[in-house]
């Protein structure tokens, strides 16, 4: 199939760092050794194998929030992770990013990671003038609800530079449900929205993501498959899945590809879509989930290329 022209709706910004850039923050910073190499640091660095405790990727996602301190740092990342985005083909991208997460060690004020962000998408599109890139914002369920309402504060006082309003973080722990009063306020304003669901809790998160929460696309939504009647209300009502295949095996949120959903789901009508999530944690690109689409669960380029336009009717930006 053609790799160009690729639409992904699912990929976290805050930790989209180019990988070099990462490490050449953190040694600027006295996080990692002068004498650590780029190969030795993407081998140490990037996860490939499904973890095994969550701490060892709690501090992966710290030297992020260690590195992203300022309004010239996050620029140079966001634009560096859409040119990188667009050399691997994609030319419409929905970039996420929580404001919570990215300022929370640095103290940066939330407006300058946004204004950095929003700027170095920008400084990308003009640079390749037939790509798309937007800002979803994210809520952090785990930071507590006092978080959950600020950043809904902030999202439609800043609306007119997202696309979109997410939550994101440990669904089993903090329920969709608990945020259906936060959240009327983003519904109330028309806003489009996307809900973390279905990925560490069960079809129950992904109704409530819909049903609470005004969710028309969900974020991952794996654990749809073991709701039949989910999944024909997921094909009726055209809600697509954003999946994210290396994610998922990765974080142990499903345990291998020739199982994983989005072959079922896509062969029964839902609406899926392929995505990365975190490339600069896991290594990987839009390009790699193609392959494993194809060579490990069997779908065809026709399949495959199909899951791509239905992601760009779905876009947010569309």
Same mark, same amino acid.
């Given at each position: 199939m053609n790799l160009a022209g690729l639409?992904?709706?699912?990929?976290?910004?805050?930790?989209?760092?180019?990988?070099?850039?990462?490490?050449?923050?953190?040694?600027?910073?006295?996080l990692v050794p002068q004498s650590t190499s780029l190969e030795g640091f993407r081998a140490d660095f990037i996860l490939r194998e499904p973890m095994s405790d969550l701490g060892?990727?709690?501090?992966?996602?710290?030297?992020?929030?260690?590195?992203?301190?300022?309004?010239?740092?996050?620029?140079?990342?966001?634009?560096?992770?859409?040119?990188?985005?667009?050399?691997?083909?994609?030319?419409?991208?929905?970039?996420?990013?929580?404001?919570?997460?990215?300022?929370?060690?640095?103290?940066?004020?939330?407006?300058?990671?946004?204004?950095?962000?929003?700027?170095g998408l920008k400084r990308a599109m003009t640079v390749?003038?037939?790509?798309?890139?937007?800002? #979803?914002?994210?809520?952090?369920?785990?930071?507590?609800? *006092?978080?959950?309402?600020?950043?809904?504060?902030?999202?439609?006082?800043?609306?007119?530079?997202?696309?979109?309003? +997410?939550?994101?973080?440990?669904?089993?722990a903090y329920p969709n449900h608990l945020y259906r009063q936060a959240i009327k306020p983003v519904i109330a304003s028309g806003a489009k929205i996307t809900i973390h669901a279905g990925e560490a809790?069960?079809?129950?998160?992904?109704?409530?993501?819909?049903?609470?929460?005004?969710?028309?696309?969900? *974020?991952?939504? #794996?654990?749809?498959?073991?709701?039949?009647?989910?999944?024909?209300?997921?094909?009726?009502?055209?809600i697509l899945l954003e999946m994210c295949p290396t994610s998922n095996r990765i974080t142990s949120a499903w345990p291998d590809y020739s199982t994983h959903p989005f072959r079922r789901c896509?062969?029964?009508g839902v609406p899926v879509c392929l995505n990365t999530?975190?490339?600069?944690?896991?290594?990987?690109?839009?390009? +790699?989930?193609?392959?494993i689409a194809r060579d490990r669960m069997g779908l065809s380029d026709d399949a495959i290329q199909k899951s791509f336009d239905t992601a760009r009717a779905h876009s947010f930006l569309a």
């Open positions: 639409t992904e709706l699912h990929r976290h910004l805050d930790v989209s760092v180019r990988l070099s850039t990462l490490l050449e923050l953190a040694q600027a910073r006295g060892s990727v709690l501090a992966k996602f710290t030297l992020y929030q260690q590195v992203l301190d300022r309004y010239e740092v996050v620029e140079r990342a966001a634009f560096e992770a859409a040119e990188d985005a667009y050399r691997e083909g994609i030319r419409v991208i929905e970039f996420r990013f929580s404001p919570g997460f990215v300022c929370e060690l640095s103290k940066m004020p939330w407006l300058e990671a946004l204004d950095g962000f929003h700027d390749y003038p037939d790509l798309k890139a937007g800002l #979803i914002c994210i809520g952090s369920r785990d930071f507590g609800m *006092g978080s959950i309402e600020k950043t809904i504060e902030f999202f439609l006082r800043e609306r007119d530079r997202f696309v979109g309003f +997410d939550l994101a973080g440990d669904e089993a809790a069960g079809p129950d998160s992904v109704w409530a993501a819909i049903e609470d929460l005004g969710a028309i696309r969900i *974020g991952h939504g #794996i654990r749809s498959i073991e709701d039949p009647k989910l999944m024909e209300y997921l094909c009726e009502k055209r896509f062969e029964a999530d975190d490339p600069s944690i896991f290594g990987n690109t839009l390009a +790699d989930e193609i392959r």
